[in-house]
């Protein structure tokens, strides 16, 4: 062990060991909220606990388990407040966040077992330390029920993101951070780190700068986005419809005066089961996409477009776990109360929705937007732009908003494509391909915001 470690390292040891992982996640878990002052402070947010793992465990497997126990329990507790609600349980709400934390730590105890041999080492071994840490995660991100990519990231940084084609950018950003984060808990020997920040700096920065400008869609379009600006989630059955009614209406009015060639509105305002029906009257005159469950058995939460002559229809693909279907149910024995409200959904299959004027719309619904395969498989249906339809309404109060808008930002920069997104209460956004944010609405609030390509 070296003897003339700092005395900072020296803090994060032995008895306050625990405090280094606190340390670190806490700052993973308030880059959530898009600052783009402390987003860098996501560079050294991991090296805490890398530093405490290097000098100190002697247990690593364990170390990295606590440690991915703790981060996933952080990114998800969102999903036990959401699941807590539907089961009106507080105990299965909590149980289904421990079991996703607990299966999440055996990649983060893997890594560690690794990267302790090479942490610290110079030359070769000293670059291996962060890419073993960064693999597994890459790997848990393909398994659906753990596929949420919530990295050791900082995910502010989108809005300095690098081109890349071999993995999506969230993770790319990942490795960055694993390696940098490696490099601040390193040994001594390493020489000029001064130099060697200011060179990586210099690295993010020519990468911004040659980051693809926003793109110009086939077809200009005016694109109206509608918040109903009311709770459609918690809203009492006998009076949603009157209310999704009175707030379509309205929305549609407006853009049909403002001319927009579609009217987007949020998930859930509608129910097929074997034929059309919506509360809100569509326009003969400009067509309009919604989100709506349809089918009776199985049944499938979809996005339809009313385009003036009849219904196209695209379906989710990726589900809640825990929220829209219950993983390996007859093969666990869940609780008698683990029953979703109104039964599992199913995954469909996801095709594009053309409007008249020929621009060809991919839609994500929801959750799929925290996943990068999504947002690739329509960019390879040859999208124009994406949107993005969502119930926010289920979440609102707990981390999952600030990290559904952020994930929305990073399907814009992997596609290279134009995205817009509704809410029923919100976030309600116009994202240009480099993730910058170019039009909001205020959250809760019934507004059109419309927007021309």
């Not at 709770?231 to 929305?251: C, H, Q, S, V």
């Not at 825990?322 to 995954?347: C, H, K, M, N, W």
């Not at 124009?384 to 908003?401: E, H, K, P, Q």
Request: net charge positive; proline share 7%.
């Amino acid at each position: 062990m070296d003897q003339k470690r700092p005395v900072i390292l020296n803090w994060f040891g032995t008895s306050q060991g625990l405090l280094s992982l606190g340390f670190g996640l806490t700052f993973i878990h308030l880059f959530w909220y898009g600052s783009v002052w402390t987003a860098w402070l996501a560079l050294v947010c991991y090296a805490p606990f890398l530093a405490w793992l290097r000098l100190y465990s002697k247990r690593p497997f364990l170390a990295g388990w606590t440690f991915g126990l703790w981060y996933a329990v952080l990114n998800n507790y969102w999903l036990g407040q959401f699941i807590g609600k539907w089961t009106q349980s507080v105990f299965i709400g909590g149980l289904a966040v421990f079991i996703v934390g607990a299966v999440w730590g055996v990649f983060h105890g893997a890594s560690a077992v690794v990267a302790k041999k090479f942490l610290g080492s110079s030359g070769l071994k000293g670059v291996i330390a962060p890419v073993v840490l960064w693999l597994p995660d890459l790997l848990r991100s393909y398994i659906p029920e753990f596929a949420y990519p919530f990295t050791p990231l900082g995910e502010p940084l989108v809005v300095y993101s690098i081109p890349i084609v071999f993995a999506p950018h969230c993770y790319l950003v990942s490795l960055i951070i694993c390696a940098f984060s490696a490099y601040c808990c390193g040994g001594q020997r390493e020489s000029n780190p001064l130099f060697k920040s200011i060179v990586f700096c210099g690295l993010v920065v020519l990468g911004m700068a040659l980051s693809p400008g926003p793109k110009t869609t086939p077809v200009s379009s005016r694109i109206a986005l509608g918040q109903l600006g009311f709770d459609l989630a918690y809203t009492e059955d006998g009076l949603k419809p009157f209310k999704i009614r009175e707030a379509a209406n309205d929305l549609i009015r407006q853009a049909r005066a403002q001319k927009a060639d579609v009217l987007i509105l949020p998930e859930a305002v509608a129910a097929f089961a074997t034929t059309p029906n919506t509360a809100f009257d569509l326009p003969p005159d400009m067509p309009v996409l919604f989100g709506a469950q349809r089918g009776t058995g199985p049944r499938y939460q979809s996005a339809y477009l009313w385009d003036t002559k009849g219904f196209q229809y695209t379906d989710k693909t990726r589900l809640v776990v825990f929220g829209e279907y219950v993983p390996l149910r007859g093969i666990i024995p869940y609780p008698a109360g683990f029953q979703l409200p109104s039964g599992d959904l199913a995954e469909g299959e996801a095709k594009l929705l053309t409007l008249p004027n020929g621009l060809k719309i991919g839609t994500m619904i929801c959750f799929e937007s925290l996943f990068p395969g999504a947002a690739r498989n329509l960019k390879n249906l040859d999208a124009d732009v994406l949107s993005i339809i969502s119930l926010d309404d289920w979440y609102m109060g707990t981390s999952a908003i600030p990290r559904l808008e952020i994930a929305a930002r990073w399907r814009a920069v992997e596609t290279g494509k134009w995205i817009f997104r509704v809410g029923s209460l919100g976030k309600t956004m116009v994202i240009d391909p480099k993730g910058r944010i170019r039009a909001e609405l205020p959250t809760g609030e019934r507004k059109l915001l419309v927007y021309e390509l």
